[in-house]
Structure formats: structure tokens, C-alpha cells
């Protein structure tokens, strides 16, 4: 069964079967990303532990000279047999960093400096390093080996498509609410979570974010100009970046997890977004990093 007709089907065992085709519409897939123990080997996919990098890469430095975290390392060619994005190079590895030692909220422009994807191409001259001596223990994160699930993915409740689909979500309707209560029911199905868990640590390439807060596509084209948070106040303005936020893709997102030792400010998560062209062209520098936190 096609994966679309999947969420479909779900949709309807969750009592949305009158929106179930338009739900399945606007799922998007994913790459669930499921941790196992260990560092793996040199050049494998992980979460945490030490890079591999060429011996002449500098390790990613904010602007006053600290060190950033490393956060993993992806493999492309594993990424496209998955067959969920073609935005992206269907080899190499993907190395990325964040600034953990003091999250950033990314809110100015010169937040870029705070984290680093840094793309290599060539994997034949790439060998093991150590953090910097300087980075704090809590910076560094235990490794575990990455494997992937594909997994669909929903907007939020509080996305305008699904109030379209729905009916808004708020103020509270006693005809929409049941809805509601299927659409996370819906979710729930998705993502395989146990009846009664209330978080499960989710970490994914590509799809809809698990956002904590607001939706993120048009604040990464706000920030990524420099504009400050005011400008989206102004109507124009406003209409600009959210259809220029159409642009932005999920590329990565990475939970608090204790298993890795993870804590984005205060049980956060940090979404890495990317504009597909971007990512077509190779130019990872671009991508803008959102932390979200309850």
C-alpha cells in the first residue's frame, strides 16, 4: 500500500474518514531516526560521540572562539535509498554542530555563527577527532548509532491547513473537538508511540516537524535576512515571508534525550532547516537552526 493511502486508511480507523483524503493530502513522509548503542564504526551514521573529519578541517568555532558541539554525522548514499527527498546529494556526509554550551534562540542574524552542516564529499581522508579540550563535558554527547524508520508526518493541530481540513482547533467547539481528539489519535498511529506515553524522544530527517511551538518556515526567511521579529507585523511584510517560508525544508531535528544526553534548553528540541535549492546547490552554510523549548 502506497504510504499516502496508509495515513488514509489510519485516518479513517481514527473516525476522520470524511477528511481522510485531504489529511493523507498534506502528510508528508519521513526518516524516523532510531538509535541503537554504541559509536559504530569511523564513517557510520550517529548521534553524538566524536566526527570524522578531513585532518586539516578546523572544528566549528563560534565568533568569540568557543567550541560547538557535535551533534552527528549522516550518511547520504543510506539517505537516498530511502527515496523521501531529491533535494539533497545522494553521497557523502552530512557533520553537524550546534552551539549546546549556550543554546541560541535564533533570533539575529549573527546566531548563524552558533551552529554549523557541514558537507563532505569525499569520505577517503576522513579520520576520527576529539573535541576541543575547552568544550564542556555536558557538550558532548554519548554516540549512538543512527538507523531509519520512514514514518509519515502530519502539520500540527494548529496549522492553518489542518484548521482548513478540521475546523479551527480554537476556541474550543464541541462539534470540532472529537476531530481533534482523531487527529492525535492519527499521530499517535504514525509515529507508533504506546497508548499512555506522553513523549517519546523523536528524532527525524525531512517531513513535518514535531514542533513545540509556533510553525518555523517563515520565521527561518525572517531571520535568515536579518529582519527582526517586529517586520512580521506589517501585512506585506507578513504575506512575503510566508510564502517565501514555503521554501524552507526540514532537514534535521534532534530531541532532548537522555540517552544521549541531550537538553536543548530546558527539554527543547533544534529543528535544522534548509531551502531546498540550497540544499541542491551544496550550500549547507545556508541552513538556519530554530530551538524550541515548553
Known sequence: MDGRDRVAELARESGLGPWADQLAAVALPSARILLDDGPGELLGARLGG????????????????????FVGQIRLEEVARLDIVSWLPDSGMLSVFYDADDPPWSSALEDRARWRV???????????????????PSCVFTPHVVRYRTEWTLPCAENNEIGRILGPCWPPDPIVEPRYAGFFELGDRLSGHPDGVTHVPTHRLFGHPDQVQNAMPADCEMLSRGLAWESSKHPDIDAELKRCGRDWRLLLQVDTDGRLGTDWGDTGVIYYWIKEADAAGRAFDRAWVILQSC
Do not use: Q, T, Y
Open 50 to 69: 566524536d566526527p570524522a573529519m578531513p585532518s586539516g578541517f578546523e572544528w566549528p568555532m563560534r565568533n568569540d572562539g568557543g567550541a560547538l558541539a
Open 118 to 136: 557541514v558537507w563532505f564529499a569525499d569520505l577517503s581522508d576522513l579520520e576520527a577527532r576529539r573535541p576541543p579540550a575547552d568544550l564542556a
